[in-house]
């Protein structure tokens, strides 16, 4: 639990009461790489904190080809829910693509704490807004970017996460059309990056 402390830390501090709560109410787990939380058509009451690992938000679409709407890295989070706030589930499956150590906390639990204690509501809302400014950012990478362009993009703004996902991961959560559009992109990015050293 200490690793979750210094993390919920850094934006505002807990006392011993917070802290008790967190411990009795939550839990941590372990996963492994390639299982899933849950599936597309599956709903799980919890909000979980990523300690460490890498976790996929995702779908197949209609041609049964793999989207990737989202990834949670080491410090960020996740709900089996539409959000924390919701009983109804997400269509989407939630994967582990790394080994994952995770805590876990109903949403029930959690919206209690979060009306008890302004330092985690406080410390919750910081969270929420990292991972909006994140789907924002994905967003305009995504829409508003030529496909060569987004590779580098995510480098900007995630280079920890490039190094750790597959080609068709990255193809996926880009919204790359085949892996020559990905080497394509690679190409620029690798351009970009000479042109910047």
């Known amino acids: 639990m200490e690793r979750i402390y210094v993390q919920f830390e850094r934006y505002s501090s807990l006392n011993e009461e917070i802290k008790q709560d967190l411990t009795t109410l939550g839990k941590i787990k372990r996963y492994n790489k390639g299982s899933y939380y849950k599936h597309e058509d599956e709903a799980i009451s919890k909000w979980c904190f990523i300690i460490q690992g890498l976790v996929s938000e995702e779908h197949f679409n209609a041609g049964d080809r793999l989207v990737v709407e989202r990834i949670c890295d080491t410090n960020e989070y996740f709900v089996g829910t539409k959000h924390t706030f919701s009983s109804t589930g997400e269509p989407l499956a939630i994967k582990f693509l790394k080994p994952t150590l995770l805590y876990e906390i109903r949403n029930s639990h959690l919206q209690e704490l ?18 909006l400014n994140q789907s924002n950012r994905h967003i305009h990478r995504t829409n508003g970017l030529l496909a060569e362009e987004r590779l580098y ?9 490039i190094k750790q996902l597959t080609v068709e991961q990255k193809s996926a959560f880009l ?14 990015m690798d351009k970009k990056l000479k042109n910047i050293s």
């Open 153 to 161: 993009d995510l480098h900007l703004d995630r280079p920890n996460l």
């Open 175 to 188: 919204k790359l059309a085949n892996n020559e559009a990905y080497y394509k992109a690679k190409k620029y």
């Open 114 to 131: 979060l009306d008890q204690h302004d330092e985690l509501k406080a410390i919750y809302h910081r969270l929420v807004q990292r991972k």
